[in-house]
């Protein structure tokens, strides 16, 4: 009898590793490091190219649903009318909460997600520069790959809109203000989630 017993336990724990290995494997508390690539659409960013980067992000995981926070930087290939071809950064601070959906599988975990960022974008040249500040809201998901009980490879990207305020444009020592515009944008990353503690 007692061996029969120790026989369906056995059998029980071994049918239930892939859930508790998948369970212990979340961290309450991670960091992240991704590279990116973004890119701005619409009238006003005709001459501005897609650009790379990267982000970092912190990110609190108390269950499926997780909220993160963190910094991202881009930098774009721009024709302009009063600069020649320069580059233009881009650069921000971002939260993002995410869904994390239960496949039942013990290595890919798929993903909704949504970004809400403040940006600066700025242009330095040898004739003056220009500077803008807006906000970008985007939505899109991605891909969480298991590679350890405290390492995933994360793949996603969002899309959606960005809104710059006014213009400020220095040439030759003299202040100028245009209206700001709006189009929409992308971006797509690639990165490292590590765990913290158990």
């Not at 494997?25 to 960091?31: D, G, P």
Request: overall charge negative.
């Amino acid at each position: 009898m007692r061996k029969h017993a120790t026989i369906v336990l056995v059998s029980a724990a071994l049918m239930h590793a892939p859930t508790l290995a998948s369970a212990q494997s979340a961290q309450r508390f991670s960091i992240q490091a991704s590279g990116l690539f973004a890119s701005l659409s619409g009238d006003a960013y005709d001459g501005l190219e897609g650009g790379i980067g990267f982000e970092a992000q912190f990110r609190y995981n108390p269950s499926a649903f997780s909220i993160g926070a963190g910094l991202q930087y881009t930098r774009h290939g721009v024709d302009d009318e009063f600069f020649g071809d320069e580059s233009v950064g881009l650069v921000g601070g971002f939260l993002e909460p995410r869904y994390v959906f239960d496949i039942k599988s013990n290595r890919a975990a798929p993903y909704v997600s949504g970004r809400l960022s403040y940006m600066r974008l700025r242009l330095d040249a040898d004739e003056g520069w220009l500077e803008t500040n807006g906000v970008q809201l985007n939505a899109g998901g991605g891909v969480l790959f298991r590679l350890s009980p405290k390492l995933n490879l994360d793949i996603g990207a969002t899309f959606g809109r960005v809104d710059f305020g006014d213009v400020t444009i220095n040439v030759g020592g003299e202040d100028f203000t245009t209206e700001g515009s709006d189009g929409g944008n992308l971006v797509v990353r690639i990165g490292l989630a590590f765990g913290l503690g158990r």
